[in-house]
């Protein structure tokens, strides 16, 4: 089902249009590309679609629930459930551990921070040793990889990442993009990534390219 925009507008209080009509089906299974100039509109279709930021008309249904309409507690939950996020700057906890900030989604959503679970997303990002390691004492690139097994932990339905290359050198770039890529097609992860770099977007299955708050045809 991954997930559909249907007709969304987003306008800023400042009168800014930031999506403009869009409508779009990012697949479930697939490895989809957000690409675009800057200012064009992605972050803002991101955060839409993953349930960050609210459109101001339109719908947003995320693996077949449709979000218009669900309360902030509501959406914090299908947050924590059902989505992963990784950032361009890794966002992990200095003070802990590889192992600790992969088990932190599943302590802020009251769970158990079940070990198997995270030695196995640890495992998935190639990891598996590194799990006593804090950020500091991993390069770039794993840092990043931790941060992707963080996302994994929930098994969301849907793994977002923003510029997730855009912090690391070209090797380490392309070892997380393969990461990204081998998710998809060994786990069937649906992963929407936005991204200004064509060799980036040459991972996915699919570019949707914005322009002026418009997908571009
Ligand atoms: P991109 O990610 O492609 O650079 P954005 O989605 O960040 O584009 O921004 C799209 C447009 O919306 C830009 O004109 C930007 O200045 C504007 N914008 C983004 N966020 C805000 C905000 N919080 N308040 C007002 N305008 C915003």
């Keep these: 089902m991954g997930v559909r925009l249907e007709a969304v507008c ?27 100039p800057s200012g064009s509109g992605k972050s803002t279709l991101l955060q839409c679609a993953a349930g960050l930021d609210r459109p101001t008309s339109g719908r947003v249904v995320l693996d077949g629930q449709d979000l218009t309409g669900l309360s902030e ?3 914090t939950l299908l947050r924590r459930r059902r989505i992963g996020f990784v950032f361009q700057g890794f966002n992990l906890l200095p003070a ?7 088990g932190l989604p599943l302590r802020l959503a009251g769970r158990r921070a ?20 804090r950020p500091h004492e991993l390069s770039g690139g794993q840092q990043q990889r931790v941060a992707i097994a963080r996302a994994l932990v ?31 097609d060994e786990h069937g992860q649906t992963i929407v ?4 770099d064509p060799g980036a977007a040459s991972y996915a299955d699919r570019i949707v390219t914005m322009r002026d708050g418009r997908v571009a045809a």
């Design 10 to 36: 987003r306008r800023y209080d400042n009168g800014v249009t930031a999506l403009d009509d869009v409508s779009v089906d990012l697949e479930r299974g697939a490895f989809t590309a957000i690409m675009g």
């Design 73 to 75: 507690r509501r959406l």
């Design 96 to 102: 802990l551990t590889a192992r600790q900030n992969v």
């Design 114 to 133: 079940d070990p198997d679970g995270i030695q196995r997303s640890l495992a998935e990002v190639g990891l598996g040793e590194r799990g006593g390691h």
């Design 154 to 184: 929930a098994r969301p339905a849907v793994l977002f990442a923003d510029e997730p290359t855009g912090a690391l050198d070209s090797a380490s770039g392309q070892d997380v993009l393969r990461l990204l890529r081998g998710l998809v």
């Design 193 to 196: 990534m936005v991204t200004h």
